[in-house]
């Protein structure tokens, strides 16, 4: 095999655009009662309300720079964190729901619970975190997966996922936890899919990028949120199993990408994707419209901060 040329290397090291998929994005929602509306807030950190309730993915906002998550050590940006909450109109949170505790979901969980009032659910490892953080126990609800936890008008339900492959931090964190400590400290613990059901309809968030056969048997949602981080670096094959079970599988009429964002640059910048060389997302995008026009799924681009209708027809 032929040495990569100078100039594919700092081709690789690129971010590649997002202009050819903002015709895609995600329009606002416009103002009405008590609608259910999504934020997307970076990597697969969602705010879901119908303004009585409030539901938080995550709630990654410390977003360290790539030297620190590298080489150094990483702790939660309390100041940032309370500038990024304040920004979005984050005020009063009910619930937030660790999908798995790699750093860029469990970070910032305990801090962002802490300051809205919310309780948080999550994994053990995702308890020790919070631990770690000084969380008090009584407000941390250990994940029952398939059990619904009916959070106002909304019903979530945590159902088995794994990581996607190449896991650079598998395991569980089972004992005290330092939360200033290594990005690889954090280990992904057990990984969650999020069903979030309201009345009669459904959404669902898949953070990681791989298939469980049978997770998500018998479930069903309008939107699917659909983590891509990497989805890009696997063949055709793999993104096809993918798809069946996290959209057609659950007969999804509307697909939004999330967790393609390069998580080491602030949120108060444009996001952008990782370079091509860590991730692919040009691929993921070009498989995910062709799917979405073959089989007849909205296909929408999220836009940070905007209040979107996960429903709208």
Not at 28 to 43: H, I, N, S
Not at 116 to 127: D, F, K, M
Not at 153 to 178: K, M, Q, Y
Request: with cysteine; net charge neutral; proline share 7%.
């Amino acid at each position: 095999m032929a040495a990569p040329s100078a100039l594919s290397m700092v081709t690789g090291l690129r971010a590649p655009s997002l202009q050819p998929w903002r015709r895609f994005s995600e329009p606002a929602a416009r103002p009405t009662g008590d609608a259910v509306r999504v934020m997307f807030l970076g990597v697969s950190t969602m705010l879901i309300t119908d303004g009585t309730s409030t539901v938080l993915t995550d709630g990654f906002f410390s977003r360290p720079g790539l030297l620190r998550v590298r080489a150094g050590r990483i702790r939660p940006n309390r100041r940032r964190i309370a500038a990024e909450l304040d920004r979005f109109g984050v005020d009063r949170v009910d619930a937030v729901v660790v999908l798995h505790s790699h750093f860029d979901h469990a970070l910032d969980s305990s801090i962002v619970a802490e300051s809205t009032g919310a309780r948080l659910i999550g994994s053990e490892s995702a308890r020790e975190i919070a631990r770690g953080n000084g969380f008090p126990d009584n407000r941390f609800d250990l994940v029952l997966v398939g059990e619904p936890v009916d959070v106002g008008r909304f019903r979530l339900t945590a159902l088995p996922a794994v990581h996607s492959p190449g896991d650079l931090a598998p395991g569980e964190i089972d004992g005290p936890f330092n939360p200033h400590a290594k990005a690889i400290d954090y280990l992904s613990g057990s990984c969650y899919t999020l069903h979030v059901c309201h009345d009669e309809r459904a959404m669902l968030i898949q953070a990681s990028a791989n298939t469980l056969p049978g997770a998500v048997d018998g479930y069903r949602a309008d939107t699917v949120y659909l983590g891509i981080g990497t989805l890009g670096k696997h063949d055709d094959e793999f993104r096809e199993a993918y798809w069946r079970q996290y959209v057609t599988g659950v007969s999804a009429k509307r697909v939004v990408p999330i967790h393609w964002d390069d998580y080491t640059k602030p949120l108060d910048r444009q996001l952008v994707p990782f370079p091509a060389f860590f991730d692919d997302m040009t691929t993921s995008m070009r498989f995910l419209a062709l799917r979405a026009a073959l089989d007849e799924v909205d296909l929408g681009l999220p836009v940070v901060g905007r209040l979107t209708d996960p429903f709208r027809t």
